[in-house]
């Protein structure tokens, strides 16, 4: 049996969003799309409308907020906060058993804490930590206006993908919250001192709907595995966001369209230019799509034509997706974020949930033995 075109990229497709604009375009951009979501899963996206200005304002600000002294940092450590929100210390989290070595920064949409009578995953949606003004001025203002820009971005992908896959373009709309709440990391690799910080965040997929990654800094590091388990580069381009699918993507559509693996290499030529020269710390911020916390198995009703689930020829593609549905959406998509956040983040777990802290430490026992 011949491989598949997923098993076989080589490379990060390229797509220009002003194509999606046109009548005249968009049918050639769409058929690029439904490439990229289904045999990659990953493409970057050029031409997008995110004003220049806004987005050299928000790398300003957000490199300034990593200069501060960290007594400053700690002020809004994440630990604070029971929606998940606030400073990351170097080295606090692990992927796949092994520390990332990284530093970082959550923040999200601004929204309210929920009621007392709500869900306790409700917590994942609620207000952020922001630092200081007076050390960083005018922070807010420029992580508040970059988001604004990302969020009519995040939204037409939601039809553009329907349409790309031959479905309603308000197919997947029954699948989000009103209002939306976009996931922001400010995130800093520092220069590698040893081969054991080679780490920067371990082979994944991404749990969201799509993420839209803006690589701030020159360095290569990013990559993406294809199905032959090859490990293929995914450095900056200028003038362009990495878009890429998450697992709930590829849940709701069957697998059709593919969350991809991916991680961060930290080796030390990944942070010298093509003179030798060093580069320091890389910056990446990605901002992550997320789809209802209150999403359910039964909920999802998409009648994908046979002719786009034909385009999936490989069955490990399908059962992934199959794995990932039925542990994602048993019952609310909510219950399992909150217990997945609390696996990654056990101080916040111990201090906001301790209750669930210790059934989220025997779930992950539990994956830890699984053969």
């Known amino acids: 049996m011949g491989s598949s075109p997923a098993q076989s990229f080589t490379s990060i497709p390229v797509l220009d969003f002003s194509l999606s604009a046109s009548p005249d375009t968009k049918p050639h951009f769409l058929l690029e799309l439904r490439n990229a979501v289904v045999n990659v899963g990953f493409f970057y996206l050029v031409h997008t409308p995110i004003a220049p200005h806004v987005q050299q304002a928000f790398i300003e600000k957000s490199l300034a907020l990593f200069d501060l002294p960290l007594e400053k940092k700690l002020e809004i450590e994440m630990v604070n906060s029971k929606h998940f929100l606030g400073y990351t210390r170097l080295g606090a989290e692990t992927t796949a058993s092994t520390t990332d070595y990284r530093e970082q920064f959550d923040f999200a949409t601004e929204l309210p804490p929920p009621g007392p009578d709500e869900p306790l995953y409700r917590n994942i949606r609620g207000p952020n930590q922001w630092p200081d003004e007076t050390g960083i001025p005018g922070f807010r203002k420029a992580i508040e206006a970059y988001l604004a820009e990302i969020a009519p971005l995040a939204e037409a992908f939601k039809s553009l993908i329907a349409e790309a896959l031959d479905l309603p373009s308000d197919a997947l709309y029954p699948f989000f919250d009103q209002p939306p709440q976009h996931k922001l990391k400010l ?70 369209c593919t969350a991809t693996t991916h991680r961060v290499n930290l080796q030390p030529e990944n942070f010298v230019d093509a003179e030798g020269n060093p580069l320091g710390p890389r910056f990446s911020f990605p901002v992550f799509q997320g789809m209802s916390l209150e999403l359910c198995a039964e909920d999802i009703h998409l009648d994908i034509p046979a002719h786009i689930k034909e385009l999936v020829k490989d069955q490990q593609v399908r059962s992934d997706a199959e794995a990932t549905f039925n542990k994602a959406f048993r019952g609310k998509t909510g219950e399992g974020t909150l217990i997945h956040w609390i696996t990654s983040h056990q101080d916040v777990g111990r201090r906001w949930y301790p209750v669930l802290q210790g059934y989220a430490s025997c779930l992950r026992g539990m994956e830890v033995r699984r053969p």
């Open 187 to 256: 995130i800093k690799y520092p220069p590698p001192t040893s081969d054991s910080h080679s780490q920067g965040v371990g082979a994944h997929k991404d749990s969201e709907f799509l993420t839209f990654l803006l690589q701030a800094t020159p360095h290569s590091g990013l990559e993406v595995q294809n199905k032959s388990g090859d490990w293929i580069p995914a450095p900056p381009l200028d003038g362009s966001l990495v878009v890429n699918i998450g697992r709930a993507l590829e849940a709701v559509t069957g697998g059709v």
